[in-house]
């Protein structure tokens, strides 16, 4: 999200094993060879750059401030019309910066901008840039074909940008109207590192001028940050009826609805008390998505990250060991749609009929056929994740990603970690996965409540 505090999850430590042999590669111009959507021809970085410079212009210098229409500052995010989000869309697509400078809040690494008519910003890298001045490049496999399926987004705080925009589409998808606009562009290192004196600042600035894809948001005021508290917690987990708590019904609503949110695009980040639990108008927003698809597609392989609908860690067992209780109250106009929009082949077991199941819509198709009108598409390429992988599953397939292999961080001697993208389809076919996870334990639930008990 843009504006006010942002709690970001920390980058884990890497170490970097430089390999021999390196092809003469021009930094600035290949990051890999992603898959496009639906597992088309690969494109190298140049060409998704030059797909993004033509379809929105790079931001490479300071224009004079002019008049707009457009509010500088975005002041009710529910309230937008689609209509509003379009016009936002193509005020950040189309107009020059008049200013940039630096944003101390958060982990992650971002920058404040101001857009012609005054418009503020904040501007999160897609891409962390070392990446787009190193020599590194990695293969995109399907993560369905790989022999372990185990993976974790890599350098999360320096590249929160391309998931941002994600997680945007997905929620357009679902169409709560809970999360801000958002566009990605490309911004020149000249631009964006500006009157950065860090070292990384001026090794950037000192190198020769380079395009860095990026997550552009509007800066969004009339926050408040809140943490649900215990008494939340017992009316979601059907340890109190909702109207013996004296508690918001819309209130509750929206906490399930995040939740929910949360565990469709694989976002841990809200489980620590970091800020990023947000309201406007007594509404919760789906604020601040920068970590989400944290570990790939379709989540942890075990099912663990049904976890998420346990809420924070203020509502769990103070032994992190102990099994945390989920969440069985759930806000019906959610559930109806994510049914909606799941396929009946995925569905299982169904006792509540509520809700009309599109046989062509679902929510990974919905949410990926949006993905071509934004400049970084197909958005999901860009995400660097580790694979671990037990010696005997290596190689992965090429020279290059053999070379490409790091020894996990605490150096066990058995387990290795290799660096790959993942096809953007399969975030896709994830999503519609997840969905299916979650109306399987909605349907536990009503088993167990009753319907109108669990949906309200």
Known sequence: GGGEDE???????????????????????????????????PRTFQEQQLAALSMAPALRSLKEPGLDKIPPRLGDVVSLSPRDHAEYRAAMLRRDLVSIESLEKGLSLKKKGVFEGGLEVVLKPAVDPKYLIGKESWETYSYYDLANPSVTRKGRSAAQGIMEVAAYYAERALGFNRKPPVVGRAISSKLFFRGDDTPEGKEVLAMDEFFMPMAIVPWVTRLETFLPEQPEAEVLTMKETIANSHLDINYLRGLAEILVFDFLVDDHDRLRPNGNWKRQNRQVLFWDSGISFDHGPRGKEDGSCLDLL???????????????????????????????????????????????????????????????????????????????????DMPLGSYRAQRSVHAAAEEDETHHRSLIHVIAADFCRGLDEKAAMLLRHVDDCVLRYGESEVLF
Request: hydrophobic letters at 25%; proline letters at 8%.
């Open 7 to 41: 709690g970001e999850g920390k980058d884990e430590e890497e170490r970097e094993e430089e390999g021999e042999g390196e092809e003469d590669v021009d930094p600035r111009l290949v990051l890999d060879a992603p898959a496009v959507l639906g597992g088309a021809t």
């Open 310 to 392: 346990c809420g924070p860690k203020n509502w769990r067992p103070e032994d992190e060991e102990a099994e945390c209780t989920r969440i069985c109250r759930f806000s019906r106009r959610m559930i109806d749609r994510i049914r909606e929009l799941t396929p009946e082949s995925e569905a299982g077991r169904r006792p509540v009929g509520e809700g009309h199941r599109s046989k062509n819509k679902t929510l990974g198709s919905e949410t990926c056929a949006q993905l071509p009108s934004d400049p970084l598409w197909p958005v999901f390429d860009y995400a660097i994740y580790y694979q671990r992988l037990d010696p005997e």
